[in-house]
């Protein structure tokens, strides 16, 4: 995907182009959302109106550097629902009856505690990476969530090589992990046996 000539084509009013920015970030807007939003409902709504946004945006020109759309559909999500957060908190515990939960869906300390167990063990697998690309790569991509131009020209990255880069970095990171799956079965969903040959 060229950012440059997508949002062209998008600000052109080219339809077949803002269904090429859906396909290229949707999926992870959509993982974005659900993280932070922790509602799938909530997340669905906000996917469909960060890309109405979004394109509603393009269109206007309000992008002027398009090497930064990446950053420009994030900054949208979070934006919708830092906004979506606000408006709940306005209304009160009891404006809405059908907005009132019945049970505690804040993460209790169990699922608090584990979360902590997992980020520590990303961390610890990325750090016995040997290549310092690699560990740059994943670590800036999935837990800084930073912008791919940014990352490409700080790590002299092509931004025609960056998803092969990535690819190649994350098959490296699941091996690391597979090496000893006992040690790391909380990323590996509890599988902890080795594979029979």
Same mark, same amino acid.
């Given at each position: 995907?060229?950012?440059?000539?997508?949002?062209?084509?998008?600000?052109?009013?080219?339809?077949?182009?803002?269904?090429?920015?859906?396909?290229?970030?949707?999926?992870?807007?959509?993982?974005?959302?659900?993280?932070?939003?922790?509602?799938?409902?909530?997340?669905?709504?906000?996917?469909?109106?960060?890309?109405?946004?979004?394109?509603?945006?393009?269109?206007?020109?309000?992008?002027?550097?398009?090497?930064? #759309? !990446?950053?420009?559909?994030? %900054?949208?999500?979070?934006?919708?629902? /830092?906004? &979506?957060? @606000?408006?709940?908190? =306005? +209304?009160?515990?009891?404006?809405?009856?059908?907005?009132?939960? #019945? !049970?505690?869906?804040?993460? %209790?300390?169990?699922?608090?505690?584990? /979360?902590? &167990?997992? @980020?520590?063990?990303? =961390? +610890?697998?990325?750090?016995?990476?040997?290549?310092?690309?690699?560990?740059?790569?994943?670590?800036?991509?999935?837990?800084?969530?930073?912008?791919?131009? &940014?990352?490409?020209?700080?790590?002299?990255?092509?931004?025609?090589?960056?998803?092969?880069?990535?690819?190649?970095?994350?098959?490296?990171?699941?091996?690391?992990?597979?090496?000893?799956?006992?040690?790391?079965?909380?990323?590996?969903?509890?599988?902890?046996?080795?594979?029979?040959?």
């Amino acid at each position: 995907m060229n950012p440059a000539s997508l949002v062209r084509r998008i600000e052109a009013g080219d339809p077949k182009a803002e269904e090429e920015l859906v396909q290229a970030m949707g999926r992870g807007t959509a993982l974005l959302l659900r993280r932070l939003a922790g509602d799938a409902e909530l997340a669905q709504d906000l996917y469909q109106d960060t890309f109405r946004t979004v394109i509603v945006g393009l269109r206007k020109g309000q992008l002027k550097d398009p090497d930064k #759309l !990446a950053a420009f559909v994030r %900054g949208t999500a979070k934006n919708l629902l /830092r906004s &979506e957060w @606000r408006k709940r908190d =306005r +209304r009160g515990p009891h404006d809405d009856i059908d907005d009132v939960p #019945l !049970a505690d869906t804040a993460p %209790g300390q169990w699922d608090q505690a584990r /979360r902590a &167990e997992d @980020r520590r063990h990303v =961390r +610890r697998v990325l750090e016995e990476m040997p290549s310092e690309r690699d560990r740059q790569v994943l670590y800036r991509h999935y837990l800084k969530e930073e912008d791919k131009g &940014e990352i490409c020209s700080q790590l002299d990255i092509g931004t025609g090589q960056f998803n092969l880069v990535l690819f190649r970095a994350r098959q490296r990171f699941r091996r690391l992990i597979e090496k000893e799956p006992r040690r790391f079965e909380v990323l590996t969903g509890g599988r902890s046996e080795s594979k029979k040959s």
